[in-house]
Structures are given as structure tokens and as C-alpha cells.
């Protein structure tokens, strides 16, 4: 799939520490447009996020940011446990892109791109600064490196796409991030996650598109329906996930051999 644009080329930088001032003279001065940050699974990154948002709120004096998600599975209502909405975490941060869809449906990149732009171009046009977090590649590089679907009749005009974007990675090590994945899986089934796909179910959605959305879901669609058991749902979901955050940070390296700076960060 074409690029319209391909950021300049660096080496991979170190662990860093974030210059918090340093973001904020970046947008007020025009070098930065964008702050993304991304990050695999369980990485803590929309912690991060509102952390990063808080802080440049304080230094400015006003509540300036607005976070944007990039999360192809969180754009659902109704699928708030699988999907890790933790929607308190954003306490008075602004957020958008989460429960714009109704659970069934089929969004996709192409439609993902145009929602996006609009978002991005309200909030610049408010004065605030936009913030993108998630651990959807394809969302990710779509709203920021600018996917060309259509040579002749283009999605979206590439003018209206971030230009400078800021691009810091949540980085955790592989023991912590799987130490993680398991102590979440385990939480998400305590707080009602087989209830929830259980309540997806009885409202009409089909047990197909379900398994469609992939990992919580196709797993525990197929627990309630009598295809695995609870041992062999937890054992098979919980590889799937450590196999999902290794395909994402397969994604952000090649996103970096692609020429894209990521400012990778403790957490």
C-alpha cells in the first residue's frame, strides 16, 4: 500500500527520558503538530498518555491536550472489557476515537483515516493540542504517514494530515510486559469478560463476527460456546496475546527501518 510521505531516516534512539518543555515549545512553535505515542500491549502507554497530557496541561496553565485513540477495537461500544477501555484512566482528559462504532460492525483503515483527519483538524482548530496513543500499526502509520487508498480520488487531502509528529514509545521489558498480560487476563475474566461477550451475544451480534474481532473475544466466544474449556480458553487466550505484542513490536521496528524516529521510554 502506497505512502504519500516517509518521515526522514535515524538510527534507533536509547531509552530516553521525555522533555516535557521541550513538546510544548514544539507545538506552540510550529515543529510539532503531532505526539504519538504507541507502544505493544500492556506496555502502560494510555497511563502514559494522560501522564504526558497532565504534564503539558500544568507547564501551559490550561487544558490544552485532547487524546486521540488508535485502537482498531476500542472504536466498538459496548466492548469495554476485552478491549482494555479503562476509560477512568482519562479522568478530565478529553478523548476521542473510542465508541464511534456499534459492536458488529466492520471499521476499517480507510474509514479509521477519515474519522481521524476530522478529529485531528477540530482540535488544531480549537487550539489545542491533539495527542495520538495506541498499538494499532496500521492506524498508527494511516494517520501519520499518510496511506494513499485511492491515487485518483484520495481519502483524505494530505495537507490536513500531521506533518511533525512526535513519536515516543512506551518501552517495558518482555518478563514485565508477560508478568502483565496474564495479571490483566486474569482481572478482565474476574470483572465480567465472559458476561460481557455473553451480553454481545443475547443483543443479536452474531457468534462469527465475534471471533471476527480476534484474541478476548474469539477465545471466549468459543468458551461460551461449549468449544473450549475455562483452562483451555485462559491457557490459548493468554498465548495469543504474548504473540499479539511481539507482532506489534515487529510493526514499530519496521516503522523505525522505515525511517520513523520513536522516542522509546521507560515505564
Known amino acids: 500500500m502506497p505512502k504519500l510521505r516517509i518521515p526522514l531516516a535515524a538510527e534507533l534512539p536509547q531509552p ?21 505515542v504507541l507502544g505493544p500491549t500492556a506496555s502502560g502507554k494510555t497511563r502514559y498518555a494522560v501522564q504526558l497530557a497532565r504534564r503539558i496541561n500544568a507547564l501551559v496553565g490550561a487544558p490544552m491536550v485532547e487524546i486521540i485513540s488508535a485502537d482498531s477495537r476500542q472504536v466498538y461500544r459496548g ?6 477501555k479503562d476509560l477512568c484512566e482519562y479522568g478530565e482528559i478529553p478523548y476521542h476515537m473510542i465508541d464511534i462504532q456499534p459492536a458488529g460492525a466492520k471499521y476499517n483503515v480507510y ?46 487531502n494530505p495537507a490536513e494530515l500531521p506533518h511533525k509528529c512526535f513519536y515516543i514509545g512506551t518501552l517495558v521489558d518482555r518478563e514485565t510486559r508477560n508478568a502483565r ?37 474469539k477465545f471466549v466466544t468459543q468458551h461460551v460456546l461449549g468449544i473450549l474449556s475455562y483452562d483451555e480458553l485462559f491457557t490459548l487466550l493468554s498465548n495469543a496475546i504474548h504473540q499479539f505484542a511481539k507482532r506489534q513490536m515487529t510493526w514499530f521496528r519496521g516503522m523505525e527501518r522505515d525511517g520513523v524516529v520513536i522516542h522509546w521510554t521507560q515505564v
Open 79 to 84: 466492548m469495554d472489557i476485552g478491549t482494555g
Open 181 to 217: 498480560i496474564d495479571a490483566r487476563l486474569e482481572a478482565r475474566l474476574e470483572e465480567g469478560l465472559i458476561e460481557e461477550v455473553k451480553g454481545l451475544l443475547d443483543s443479536g451480534i452474531s457468534s462469527e463476527d465475534l471471533i471476527y474481532y480476534g484474541l478476548e473475544y
Open 111 to 156: 474509514e479509521y483515516q477519515k474519522d481521524f483527519v476530522k478529529v485531528y483538524q477540530n482540535i488544531l482548530g480549537r487550539g489545542c493540542f491533539p495527542l495520538l496513543c495506541g498499538g494499532t500499526g496500521l492506524y498508527i502509520e494511516a494517520a501519520t504517514c499518510g496511506y494513499d487508498f485511492n491515487k485518483e480520488t484520495p481519502s483524505v
Open 16 to 36: 530516553e527520558e521525555i522533555d516535557v518543555e521541550a513538546i510544548v515549545s514544539g507545538y506552540r512553535n510550529g515543529i510539532i503538530d503531532l505526539v504519538c
